[in-house]
């Protein structure tokens, strides 16, 4: 009984306490507060990335509603409002007490903050719902991806190139599969260390899903964690972390690829593609050099060559090493370091190669076919691998773009615009392909909009190229020297001495488009002979134009595929000569009226 009498007094107190937390409005004030902040924490996640602020502010913003809300409790316990503003609770008489008006105005405050928290969860389910209509592409019946670079969590961190190269890979595995659209690395990779939403970015690409993860890389051992998201909604559809050797990283991504398809309910037409499985040592070197040869300097193109070359060493069946190396060749002579001759017959022996080792890697197809375009002048060899190149992987980004010059350089500058202008409604940040659309536009006169283009590249990649050069000489055929000086002076390079020279002579100013001339035949003749012929011919000067055409056939420069869009030429079209020479490097209207190229972009 005294047990009973104990327990009931104890219930009693408990109810009191209750009800005096109840009068003092401090039940209310909980639930306002816990309302408000949820709401806040929300807003913060939401707005922090958007505007780009550090990643501890939603931390520090649910830390701060965490420590406030006892403050808060506390606050309303010892704290009233009265007519003659706060006063503590005890010095308040009951009759004079206001907390029953007060709870009053508290329930109306957490009605209205609830119903503002309601509106911003719908609005925040649905507001991905213009990026998904976009990025869905159902239109043409393919689901649509981006793999964003892994994170690096690995403690040292020069292991990025391993974390770079597992997305890469594994964005090149899913881009095997012909029922998904990939978005290029270039594109997906532009997003790298940004503190940008997943609904954004999958806007920007134009894509429904997003693929993410981190790699965490010490000695033999490897972490990897993989995540699929839906960009319509944010969520996660799937997520999983692997705990395996270096040993085991192609099964690795072979499962990650085969959870991907699975979870975006795509039914394969034919087999999974699956990756190449070779030594772990190589498979690292390679990504180190691959890493390397990205960085766009003559420096790295002699440590990617070293690194690939170890990398062969250890395992001379990596196809994808061989056709690396290849593609290093082509960059070294494309720098000067090394006479073109010897780079296109180094790039040639390593990627046939390659395709020996796999007849169907595409980019390898894609790579001879620039070869037989750009060194050995063989327009209908160029064809045959660029159409087995698009069989095999028919909207890869870096085929596409590479296709749509062969295109033009064969004469057919609408079909190689509109294979641009598909290559940037499918990969809308990739600086290279509006480059490239950019180029055509201005073969076909369009100069407004090959300006437009060119700075769309200039913001996406600051200093990409020839973009800057490209304005200048767009601002030339427009009638504005003056702009296009402008524009060339912000250009670096021998690009600037070429630019300098036609917009000196554009304003009147001989003695220095001389010199300007002078100092680039001087210090370029070999590698931009093709180059000092338009410069000639924009000048005017038709017999010393020709003159370095004959130059440029003499030492195998590239840019003489792409004579026939080259609006610097327009001088000299006419003159007899123009057509001769044309045969002569077979690329007269009739010698390329036989050649057909068939590429037919997805519906």
Request: proline share 4%; no cysteine; aromatic share 10%.
């Amino acid at each position: 009984m005294l047990a009973f009498n104990a327990w009931t007094g104890r219930l009693r107190t408990v109810r009191d306490l209750y009800s005096e937390l109840k009068r003092r409005n401090v039940v209310r004030v909980g639930i306002a507060y816990a309302v408000a902040g949820g709401l806040m924490i929300e807003l913060a996640d939401t707005i922090a990335g958007r505007l780009g602020m550090p990643d501890w502010v939603p931390t520090f913003i649910i830390v701060a509603v965490l420590i406030g809300l006892p403050i808060a409790l506390v606050f309303s316990w010892s704290y009233e409002l009265t007519p003659q503003g706060l006063k503590k609770t005890h010095e308040v008489d009951a009759d004079a007490s206001m907390t029953h008006s007060t709870g009053r105005r508290l329930d109306f405050a957490i009605i209205g903050m609830l119903v503002l928290a309601l509106g911003y969860f719908v609005w925040d389910k649905f507001r991905a719902e213009p990026a998904l209509e976009n990025g869905e592409a159902e239109s043409d019946g393919l689901r649509s991806i981006a793999v964003l670079p892994f994170v690096n969590m690995s403690p040292d961190p020069e292991q990025e190139y391993f974390s770079d190269g597992i997305s890469e890979e594994l964005l090149h595995l899913l881009a095997k599969i012909p029922e998904l659209r990939v978005t290029s690395r270039s594109s997906a990779f532009s997003f790298k260390g940004k503190n940008i939403d997943i609904p954004t970015i999958a806007a920007r690409l134009n894509v429904a899903y997003v693929l993410e993860g981190s790699v965490r890389k010490v000695g033999n051992q490897l972490r990897i964690t993989a995540q699929l998201i839906e960009a319509r909604s944010d969520t996660h559809l799937w997520s999983e972390t692997y705990e395996r050797t270096l040993d085991d990283i192609f099964a690795t991504q072979d499962e990650i690829a085969a959870r991907v398809v699975e979870q975006l309910k795509i039914t394969l037409l034919g087999d999974a593609p699956t990756v190449q499985a070779v030594d772990p040592q190589a498979y690292a070197l390679y990504l180190q050099g691959r890493h390397l040869h990205r960085k766009r300097t003559a420096a790295a193109f002699e440590r990617a060559q070293v690194l690939l070359e170890q990398a062969l060493a250890v395992d001379p069946g990596y196809a994808a090493a061989w056709d690396e190396l290849g593609s290093v060749y082509v960059s070294q002579l494309q720098v000067g370091r090394r006479p073109v001759d010897e780079g296109f017959t180094l790039a040639r022996e390593a990627t046939d190669k390659a395709l020996a080792l796999d007849p169907g890697y595409a980019l390898a197809h894609a790579n001879l076919g620039r070869i037989a375009m750009l060194f050995d002048n063989d327009l209908a060899a160029a064809v045959q691998h660029f159409e087995r190149a698009l069989q095999l992987e028919t909207v890869n980004p870096d085929i596409v773009r590479r296709a749509a010059k062969l295109l033009a350089s064969i004469g057919r500058l609408k079909e190689a615009i509109a294979l641009a202008e598909f290559g940037v409604a499918n990969d809308p940040v990739d600086a290279a392909i509006h480059s490239n659309l950019a180029w055509f536009y201005s073969s076909a006169d369009r100069w407004d909009e090959a300006i437009t283009t060119y700075n769309t590249t200039l913001k996406l990649s600051p200093g990409y190229g020839i973009a800057q050069y490209a304005i200048g000489v767009a601002l030339l055929f427009k009638g504005e020297p003056q702009a296009a000086l402008e524009a060339m002076q912000q250009v670096a390079s021998h690009w600037r001495l070429m630019g300098l020279s036609m917009v000196y002579h554009a304003l009147g100013r001989a003695a220095e488009s001389d010199a300007a001339l002078a100092e680039l035949i001087e210090q370029h003749e070999r590698n931009a002979a093709y180059n000092i012929a338009y410069i000639f011919a924009y000048r005017g000067e038709s017999d010393r134009a020709f003159e370095w055409l004959d130059k440029a056939v003499e030492y195998k420069d590239p840019g003489l595929s792409y004579i026939l869009y080259e609006p610097l030429f327009a001088n000299i079209r006419d003159d007899p000569r123009w057509l001769p020479f044309l045969k002569s490097i077979g690329k007269s209207p009739e010698q390329l009226a036989t050649i057909e190229f068939n590429v037919t972009l997805p519906e």
